[in-house]
């Protein structure tokens, strides 16, 4: 199994370009199946999840081209024909977002078998929001096996829909049903997170029709069938967020491109309090940090978008790690979040966590250690760390970070990050 190695200490200076965003491009994969048309996706990031999920839409049927354009990586998915309704168990486990075929399917053929995606180490994650509003669109819905069984033999019908609470997964999931579904559909209570606002542009390239984008209303006028489109994926701003908080934690001057700096207001707000300086620019940010000023502690609460993301909560403990003073760390969106809180204090921070709070007493300095990483975004948080210890720090189970980093490595030491990838047999790369 790989891992990644570290020694710190290095300052970060340069230029990183950040990729298409994963939790948009695996909702815009999904979109493909909704048309015989094809669908070219541009600005692709090339990550394990994408290759996980154009895997199984290529069990489904869906011819899938991966190949570099003008605009870097770009991917061809065309589902002329669906040949299979049926997501296994295995295809699922692995990656919650393939459970977002379910309503595609359904709504393109009237039925669909899809495996429920099971536990995931950051919290329960259930998702019966996205099967009541399956059922309000007229499916009907048996849960068997481990595997939800959805049919709509005369066709889905638009409903109105107010969500108990805002979930991203279901607001996605309801809004790629509702396109073809016959009929006026209200998404009350949606998430407004950047990524949604994507799907919705290119659902509406692809000739939905749509009102309310970026807002927590949105309608959705069926239409009968969709066109094909060409789509250029928006920004991560997840890994805008965490480059940012890399090289605040190393010292330095970063300018993060072709990126979208209003997406990460919230994560720059608590940056510029602890003292980073953080400018935009014309297509990103420039974030600077003099390491030989210590930064003072923030607090954050994790809240749903305009809030502060779940997402950047790792990042920006480990950032507050060796701030002055202590931090106080809410995380709202999971009750299983802090599980890099232990992996940190290997490296010498002083965390404490009880239930949905962390305290992080800022102590000097950390000190390398090998680490574990936990989930997708512990593990990056991890890699900021070792950057900033002194000596050597290795990242086991990096598997996690390939799920939603695109060539982290590369970008980091072109900054100048002493990383290298340790392959399982022991070699560096
Ligand atoms: C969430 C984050 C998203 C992040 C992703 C991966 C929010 C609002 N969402 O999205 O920003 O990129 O994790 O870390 O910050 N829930 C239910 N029933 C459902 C669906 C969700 O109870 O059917 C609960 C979840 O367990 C969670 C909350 O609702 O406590 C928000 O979930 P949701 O936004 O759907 O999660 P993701 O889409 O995974």
Redesign the pocket.
């Known amino acids: 199994m790989d891992s990644i190695a570290i020694t710190g200490g290095a300052r970060l200076n340069g230029v990183i370009p950040i990729s298409g965003a994963k ?1 948009s491009a695996l909702k815009l994969m999904a979109a493909s199946i909704l048309t015989d048309q094809p669908l070219l996706l541009t600005n692709m990031p090339r990550l394990a999840d994408t290759k996980f999920l154009g895997r199984l839409l290529g069990e489904l049927g869906v011819s899938v081209e991966e190949r570099d354009g003008a605009d870097g990586t770009e991917t061809l998915f065309h589902a002329r024909e669906i040949t299979s309704t049926f997501a296994p168990y295995d295809l699922v486990r692995q990656m ?1 977002a393939s459970f977002n075929v379910l309503g595609p399917l359904l709504a393109r053929t009237g039925h669909a078998k899809v495996s429920l995606p099971g536990g995931c180490t ?11 509003a399956l059922t309000a669109f007229g499916a009907a819905i048996e849960l068997a096996e481990g595997y939800v069984s959805a049919t709509a033999p005369t066709g889905l019908r638009g409903a109105e829909i107010e969500f108990p ?8 999931h309801a809004l790629l049903t509702a396109v073809l579904a016959q009929g006026t559909t209200v998404l009350r209570r949606a ?1 407004m ?1 950047p ?1 949604i606002g994507d799907l919705a542009r290119c659902l509406t390239a692809m000739g939905a029709k749509i009102d309310g984008v970026d807002t927590d209303v949105l309608t959705i006028e069926g239409v009968t069938s969709l066109n094909g489109a060409d789509w250029s994926v928006i920004p991560d701003r ?1 890994e805008m967020g965490s480059y940012a908080v890399a090289a605040a934690m190393a010292g330095g001057e970063v300018r993060l491109s072709r990126a979208r700096p209003e997406l990460m207001t919230a994560l720059s707000e608590k940056m510029v309090a602890a003292g980073v300086e953080v400018e935009p620019t014309a297509d990103g940010v420039i974030v600077r940090r003099d390491p030989a000023v210590r930064l003072k502690a923030v607090d954050v609460t ?4 305009p ?1 502060f ?3 950047l909560q790792a990042q920006f403990m480990t950032l507050m790690t060796t701030a002055e003073g202590d931090s106080v760390i809410h995380e ?4 299983n ?1 802090f599980m890099h809180a232990p992996e940190l204090a290997r490296l010498g921070a002083d965390i404490s966590v009880h239930a949905g709070e962390a305290v992080v007493r800022g102590v000097p300095s950390l000190r390398g250690a090998p680490v574990m990483a936990t ?3 512990a593990s990056v948080s991890l890699v900021i760390a070792g950057m900033a210890a002194e000596g050597e720090t290795t990242v086991g189970r990096v598997y996690h970070l390939d799920r939603g980093f695109e060539r982290l490595e590369e970008k980091l030491s072109a900054c100048g990050a002493d990383i290298r990838r340790v392959k399982g047999d022991g070699h560096e790369h």
């Open positions: 939790n919650r950051i919290g329960a994650r259930p998702v019966d929001l996205h099967i009541q609470f805002v979930s991203v997964g279901a607001t996605e998430a997170e990524e997840i994790t809240e749903v978008y809030g993301a779940t997402d709202n969106i999971f009750e979040r989930d997708l975004r």
